[in-house]
């Protein structure tokens, strides 16, 4: 069972272009939700991340849209360059008392700028 | 300084063998992971050790043991490989909060294949 489902799966934009990933969730409980980025060769790292009291987070050209009716969320990449060229992951977890941390990870995007 | 290491970066192996792969991290961090990642990049953990003690276990074929011999390193070691053990193995760190959601810092990887 796919908890969190990434669309799409490669996305192709010109420089300057916004492209957009979405991911849906299925667990009500998920109750925090991060973007990681993974350059080839590379361990993914954080990128940004938005808890559900909020419906959209921005840190410098990356946006978070969040609409916890829908279960889904959006990353949105504000004029893009080709150093964005990289795989993009959602991911959703949820608070627990075992305090796992445990990270559900979407499909993933591989995303490519052109110049 | 790297965060959180791993060897080896990569690992050619016999199936058959037993291998073992080594982590460390020096972010003073209390909660330490595996993850596999397939060959469509589909990230999914393994393990999670919190202070040398097991908090997850997912559903992993018992040949996959880890070991937290202290806090700040966690190995995987891997008995009777098979080819479809052939993956990216990452291993990360956090350091739950209170919010028990922290960012998961992910070593470089390692490049496990089977022949």
């Known amino acids: 069972q796919q908890q969190v489902k990434q669309s799409p799966q490669s996305l192709i934009v010109q420089k300057g272009g916004i492209p957009i990933i979405n991911c849906a969730y299925e667990n009500t409980a998920f109750d925090y939700f991060p973007w990681y980025q993974q350059f080839p060769g590379k361990g993914p790292a954080l990128l940004i991340a938005i808890r559900p009291d909020v419906s959209e987070k921005k840190e410098g050209r990356f946006t978070i849209s969040f609409n916890k009716s829908a279960k889904q969320f959006s990353l949105h990449i504000m004029d893009s360059q080709p150093g964005d060229s990289a795989t993009y992951f959602c991911?959703?977890?949820?608070?627990?008392?075992?305090?796992?941390?445990?990270?559900?990870f979407g499909q993933g995007t591989t995303l490519q700028v052109k110049p | 300084d790297t965060a959180v290491s791993q060897t080896p970066k990569y690992l050619v192996t016999q199936m058959g063998n037993d291998k073992s792969i080594k982590c460390e991290q020096n972010l003073g961090h209390d909660t330490m992971y595996w993850y596999k990642q397939d060959s469509k990049k589909f990230l999914k953990i393994m393990f999670s050790y919190n202070n040398k003690e097991l908090i997850i276990n997912e559903t992993v074929p018992n040949r996959f043991s880890p070991k937290s011999p202290d806090k700040a390193h966690l190995n995987l070691h891997i008995n009777s490989l098979e080819l479809g053990d052939s993956a990216v193995y990452f291993c990360a760190s956090s350091l739950p909060g209170l919010a028990l959601q922290e960012t998961q810092y992910f070593g470089p990887g390692t490049r496990l294949l089977v022949l």
């Open positions: 991911a959703a977890s949820r608070r627990s008392s075992s305090n796992t941390g445990k990270l559900i």
